[in-house]
């Protein structure tokens, strides 16, 4: 992964792998990738709720969104984003401390063919759950390398 | 409702019932009240994405955040808040513009009693959509002035 003992830290929060940071926040890319591109964007600090973040941490998350959306834009042709923070699961089975994250789920109206899979949006349109795609490690990481070249 | 002409406009959009604006959000009480005190916050202009937000819309969208995260919580007890700017239906089978807006969903751990009406969160720790409450007219104002009266 990397040399961070925060990010460390945050492995049992199962976000999923290092993308890339900032001074406030880190990105990882979602264990998820039934929708492509889908991350995890973490405050860089334990705090529970957006109430409470300084300026300076929102500046740079709204900074984030604009390069993330272009970035996975010009990567994998998405059509729209979603954006959610939720926080749910943290009231709910597991007893670790609510720590701050963004959900982006980049949605596609149409298929797209990357490294020997196609990956689908069959809910286009809708926000409805799916299972995790069963990729291999190596096309995470080729996943990484696409999105951060063109961040 | 009022008589801001760009409100108007938006009645097509169904985002609920006029609450309170500010610069450059309009605050709507959702048109589903499942969850007690659900709202809509709409950019007051017509822009499709989070891509292209100016630093004064962002900085008046975060205060809002902290406002109403306050009144709810006050007004009602909430546990957490939901944020999500998904904007999927647009490019589904309706053929509005895609017009920029947060979906804001207090959820709660225990069951609030208000204006005659239980309302409860049975999905709590989960995102799982449901119908609307069936309350009336006068209910839906009565959530109006107490969530304002917490702003």
Same mark, same amino acid.
């Given at each position: 992964m990397?040399d961070?003992?925060?990010?460390?830290?945050?492995e049992?929060?199962?976000f999923?792998?290092y993308?890339d940071?900032?001074?406030h926040w880190i990105i990882?890319l979602?264990p998820n990738?039934?929708?492509?591109g889908?991350c995890?964007?973490a405050? *860089?600090?334990h705090?529970p @709720? $957006?109430?409470?973040?300084?300026?300076s941490e929102w500046?740079?998350?709204? +900074?984030?969104?604009?390069?993330?959306e272009s970035?996975?834009? *010009?990567?994998?042709?998405? @059509? $729209?984003f979603n954006?959610?923070?939720?926080?749910?699961s943290?009231y709910? +089975?597991n007893?670790?401390e609510?720590?701050?994250?963004w959900?982006?789920i980049?949605?596609?109206?149409d298929?797209v063919?990357?490294a020997?899979h196609?990956?689908e949006d069959p809910h286009?349109?809708?926000?409805?759950p799916?299972p995790p795609?069963?990729?291999?490690?190596?096309?995470r990481?080729?996943?990484?390398?696409?999105?951060?070249?063109?961040m």
């Amino acid at each position: 992964m990397h040399d961070c003992p925060y990010c460390k830290k945050l492995e049992a929060y199962n976000f999923g792998d290092y993308l890339d940071k900032t001074q406030h926040w880190i990105i990882f890319l979602a264990p998820n990738q039934s929708n492509l591109g889908t991350c995890v964007v973490a405050l *860089n600090r334990h705090h529970p @709720t $957006l109430t409470g973040l300084n300026t300076s941490e929102w500046e740079e998350f709204t +900074e984030l969104v604009e390069r993330m959306e272009s970035a996975v834009k *010009n990567a994998f042709q998405a @059509t $729209l984003f979603n954006w959610g923070c939720l926080m749910n699961s943290f009231y709910l +089975e597991n007893n670790l401390e609510p720590h701050l994250h963004w959900h982006f789920i980049p949605r596609y109206r149409d298929p797209v063919e990357f490294a020997g899979h196609i990956f689908e949006d069959p809910h286009f349109g809708y926000m409805r759950p799916r299972p995790p795609k069963n990729i291999s490690p190596d096309v995470r990481e080729k996943i990484i390398s696409k999105i951060k070249e063109y961040m």
